[in-house]
């Protein structure tokens, strides 16, 4: 999301072609977004495979409020985005990228606009997600745009359990994407409780 939609079409000549259309009817994103259950930390389960991205393991994305108490209505709500990895396997070279998001008005929360590079912005659609656990945020989220070249399916912790990993596929394939393009992320392993 993970250099998430960076400037997509408009950045290809920058950072290679975009892979192959997995989805050629992305659907609309039919749930609302609250924003807090949104925010805070998402470890990347997998992808459709970017030029931006190529190689990148251990992903994570963080979201957290620009200036909130600067905020007067939902059009000046500004995101940080904050992506990370390891560049070749969880053992390579650390990279981070910093850019910004705004909701998309009438989307209820669901679409966002995000840019890594400069003016340029990509789309960023939350096409499903689980519902607010106990500490008040969603559990996963799979995110789209419409051109069905990107995927990405996001969680709350860096290794889901079977269970989860199974619905995650099953729903991918239910919002039309070809699975045989999904690559795997590989995050560190879960530790042990105390």
Do not use: H
Request: include cysteine; aromatic fraction near 12%.
């Amino acid at each position: 999301m993970l250099f998430l939609t960076a400037a997509l079409a408009a950045l290809s000549a920058c950072v290679g072609s975009p892979g192959s259309v997995g989805n050629v009817a992305v659907p609309e994103p039919d749930k609302p977004i609250i924003l807090n259950a949104y925010l805070g930390t998402w470890y990347e389960y997998g992808r459709y495979e970017a030029p931006f991205q190529t190689g990148c393991e251990g992903v994570v994305a963080e979201y957290s409020l620009i200036e909130p108490e600067k905020r007067v209505s939902t059009r000046d709500i500004r995101i940080r985005v904050v992506n990370s990895c390891f560049k070749g396997g969880l053992d390579g070279e650390f990279e981070q990228s910093t850019g910004r998001a705004k909701i998309t008005e009438g989307s209820e929360g669901a679409k966002l606009r995000v840019s890594f590079f400069g003016p340029f912005y990509g789309d960023y659609w939350v096409l499903d997600r689980g519902e607010a656990d106990a500490s008040g945020t969603y559990p996963w989220s799979i995110v789209g745009e419409p051109s069905g070249r990107y995927l990405w399916m996001l969680t709350r912790e860096p290794q889901p359990d079977p269970e989860l990993a199974a619905m995650l596929e099953a729903r991918v394939r239910e919002l039309g994407y070809d699975w045989s393009l999904v690559r795997l992320t590989q995050q560190p392993p879960r530790l042990a409780a105390p």
